[in-house]
């Protein structure tokens, strides 16, 4: 198995999305995001990489043969050992898993609404229903993402989130990586078995970030076997 999270370096697209933009979506040249996804390929040393149209939602699809074209859903997993399942985000947060035993990976992404409708527990309970994989047996990665020190929020927003807001001078900040720990702790990941980057995407200027420049790329989580 590997993974890893892209950052904004060693692609070919220009200002403002430089220069290693996965995104199709975003407003790029889109022969410059090709030869990026071709880099990250090459890099990965796999047959194919899948992309979702990423809606938000709480979809899951089961990848099965690899020929699948950018399936419209929020989740992916597969047991197909020549491709990489790839999450795009820029300040939300790219899950990936990896069940060792059944040797199986998956990809969620995790923004405030897809968290509010639980889709990184419905992606792990898609694998347990797919593979037969075991909870405690999960691994979980959580990538760089837009943390509580810059994600300023609505007062209209935060419900069900009460437990995971800090509130400073009448402000709402959101800290999303650790509502999603509770979730998959609750769901039996184990805590050891559960990595969360500490790089927020919005200070950290190697990564793409929505919230601080609009108009820009965006990043991915990648996991192949
Ligand atoms: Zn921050």
Do not use: W
């Not at 403002?16 to 979506?25: E, M």
């Not at 998959?184 to 919230?211: A, D, M, Q, T, V």
């Amino acid at each position: 198995m590997q993974y890893r999270f892209t950052t904004r370096f060693g692609g070919v697209s220009q200002a403002p999305f430089d220069s290693l933009n996965l995104a199709l979506h975003v407003g790029d040249d889109p022969l410059h995001v090709k030869k990026n996804r071709e880099l990250l390929q090459e890099n990965m040393g796999v047959s194919k990489l899948v992309f979702m149209d990423q809606i938000h939602d709480d979809k899951v699809v089961l990848i099965e043969h690899g020929d699948e074209e950018m399936p419209t859903c929020d989740a992916m997993i597969t047991e197909h050992p020549d491709i990489a399942l790839c999450v795009m985000v820029a300040d939300c947060i790219p899950i990936l898993y990896y069940d060792a035993v059944h040797q199986a990976i998956g990809v969620a992404h995790a923004g405030r609404a897809g968290s509010q409708l639980n889709i990184g527990q419905k992606c792990a309970l898609a694998m347990q229903e797919a593979f037969g994989t075991h909870m405690h047996e999960l691994r979980i990665f959580m990538g760089p993402s837009i943390h509580a020190c810059c994600y300023e929020v609505g007062e209209e927003v935060i419900k069900g989130f009460e437990k995971f807001v800090h509130i400073q001078d009448k402000k709402y900040f959101l800290d999303l990586q650790h509502y999603n720990r509770d979730v998959f702790l609750e769901l039996g990941i184990k805590p050891e078995h559960l990595e969360i980057s500490k790089e927020c995407s919005c200070s950290n200027h190697n990564y793409f970030s929505y919230r601080r420049d609009k108009i820009t790329g965006r990043f991915a989580g990648v996991i192949a076997l």
